[in-house]
């Protein structure tokens, strides 16, 4: 049976105005603090509560600092500290997280609201068990004796608490790789202070990291500046 005059003109109306597929399709926007999960079972947390994204995997103690960058089609792309790419999100409201594991990139769907990543106050009785935390995990992994050493201000001290543990992580990633016992052999104690800028340098048997407390979790270097500069 032919269509009526007035349905085939509603039809014809929505071919040429309709919504277009993608518009369709776009999702609602995540909560700007929320857990994500990718289909490989991976969790994190992505804080775009501020200025400053933040990024957390739930099996680290890192907290990752995000630079983001609009892309050629639209997308946010979000890189850490050496331009790295760590998140893609599409203007459609997917996500992708690219990791060592998976290169290629992983899709991850948000699992719910949860709390901001900031930085809390630590007291020196605090830091030292943090220091000492990271000193064993660092002694562990590496099978020898390294010591953490601090320059700390009430202004620093989360900063610096904060980077010992970075750095710890970055000694445990390294013993995993092939070569990194050798590199690590380098390293008899880790040294943080406070400076102008965050840095790293290794000389003399010393990891000197440098932190910049007024501007926050990007005022310390990630594990993977620190791999890439003092073990190069």
């Known amino acids: 049976m032919a269509a009526s005059p007035a349905r085939a003109q509603d039809s014809l109306r929505d071919l040429l105005f309709g919504e277009k597929p993608a518009e369709s399709q776009r999702r ?19 804080d775009r509560s501020t200025g400053q994204p933040l990024l957390k995997f739930e099996s680290s103690y890192e907290v990752w600092v995000l ?5 050629p089609r639209g997308d946010i792309n ?30 991850a ?9 900031r930085l809390k106050p630590v007291s020196p009785l605090a830091l030292y068990q943090l220091l000492r935390i990271a000193s064993i995990r660092a002694s562990k992994a590496s099978g020898r004796t390294i010591a953490f050493e601090a320059d700390a201000s009430p202004a620093s001290s989360a900063l610096i608490a904060d980077a010992s543990l970075v750095v710890s992580e970055a000694i445990v990633r390294l013993s ?23 840095s790293v340098v290794q000389k003399n048997g010393v990891l000197l990291i ?16 620190i791999l890439q500069v003092a073990f190069r």
Do not use: C, H, M, W
């Open 176 to 198: 995993q790789q092939p070569g990194g016992q050798p590199q690590l052999a380098k390293i008899g104690k880790v040294v943080i202070v406070e400076g102008a800028r965050p």
């Open 210 to 225: 440098v932190v910049a407390p007024d501007q926050g979790l990007s005022g310390r270097p990630s594990s993977e500046r």
């Open 109 to 117: 769907e948000v699992a719910g609201a949860v709390q901001p990543l």
């Open 28 to 46: 609602a926007p995540p909560p700007p603090v929320a857990r994500y999960v990718t289909e490989t079972g991976e969790g994190f947390i992505l």
């Open 67 to 71: 630079q983001p960058e609009v892309g």
């Open 78 to 107: 979000y890189k850490n500290d050496l331009g790295q790419l760590i998140l893609r999100a599409t203007k459609l409201g997917g996500f992708t997280l690219f990791t060592r594991k998976r290169p290629s990139g992983a899709a």
